[in-house]
């Protein structure tokens, strides 16, 4: 530990600016650590993250270089020790691939913060050394507020998604092509079509377009085109030919999906199935 410390003392005097404010400077909190997760040295940024000096800091360790005398935080505390207790196997599996001088991806570690709430870090390894992974340098960035966003935004999917399913009605997403080639079709494509959303999806041969009844799809084709190029919500009513073969009514609500420069990209909307005994003496 000491022997770092000299070797970290000696780079700071190398330059008019010293390593120890460059890092304090430094939004990121800056860890170093050994394969036992020992912090050997810890930035300011880890001090504003965890929200605590250890008590041996208070007894500030010196580090002689070139006749001077430096003062260094070198906090004893295992980080091991600050994390959320269900990231300890995922601490493990990043030190082992230090321990292989493998460069992991970036992970994603809890750190029990000064509110005694954890913060999400996106945590980031470099070996000291070429001749050995140990010490490692951490480099940690607090994305508390992002993970909290993405999880807001996994809540709010699992509800629409529980929404849609539960609709009587297909929710859709389809290519602007005489096929209608679908990218997203809910499970209600299974009551209106009598085919899963996997069907129409994984089967290129078996399409949504095929299914409209002959004498409706150039007309349905029609009224999305000039909807589109209107840049207008559409409404239609039309026929469909059902798995069991029966002809069934449809009626579809949509709007198109457009490329920056106004270009027609793709359609989505809802389609619902018509009770004929509503429609009686209607025409398609």
């Not at 935080?73 to 091991?80: D, E, F, S, W, Y």
């Amino acid at each position: 530990m000491m022997r770092f410390l000299e070797q970290f003392a000696s780079a700071s005097t190398a330059s008019p600016f010293s390593a120890q404010a460059i890092l304090d400077s430094l939004s990121d909190a800056v860890v170093v650590v050994d394969a036992d997760s020992t912090l050997l040295y810890a930035s300011r940024g880890w001090q504003a993250l965890s929200g605590h000096l250890p008590e041996s800091q208070r007894d500030i360790t010196k580090a002689i270089s070139r006749g001077q005398t430096t003062e260094l935080v070198a906090p004893p505390q295992r980080l091991r020790e600050a994390l959320h207790p269900a990231d300890h196997a995922r601490w493990d599996v990043l030190a082992r691939h230090v321990s292989r001088r493998e460069r992991p991806d970036c992970w994603r570690l809890r750190i029990l913060g000064p509110d005694h709430h954890y913060r999400w870090c996106e945590v980031r390894s470099q070996s000291l050394s070429l001749a050995s992974p140990w010490p490692a340098t951490l480099t940690l960035h607090d994305i508390s507020e992002r993970v909290q966003q993405e999880q807001i935004d996994a809540a709010n999917l699992r509800s629409l998604t529980r929404l849609i399913k539960g609709l009587p009605a297909m929710v859709y997403r389809a290519r602007n092509n005489r096929h209608w080639s679908m990218e997203y079709i809910s499970d209600g494509c299974l009551a209106i079509t009598g085919l899963s959303p996997r069907d129409l999806l994984d089967h290129p041969s078996l399409t949504y377009g095929d299914m409209i009844h002959p004498e409706d799809a150039d007309r349905v084709w029609d009224q999305v085109q000039a909807a589109l190029q209107a840049h207008t919500p559409f409404t239609l009513a039309y026929r469909i030919r059902h798995r069991d073969g029966d002809v069934r009514r449809v009626q579809e609500k949509g709007h198109g999906i457009y490329s920056p420069d106004g270009t027609p990209l793709a359609v989505e909307g809802i389609i619902f199935a018509v009770d004929t005994s509503d429609l009686a003496g209607d025409s398609a």
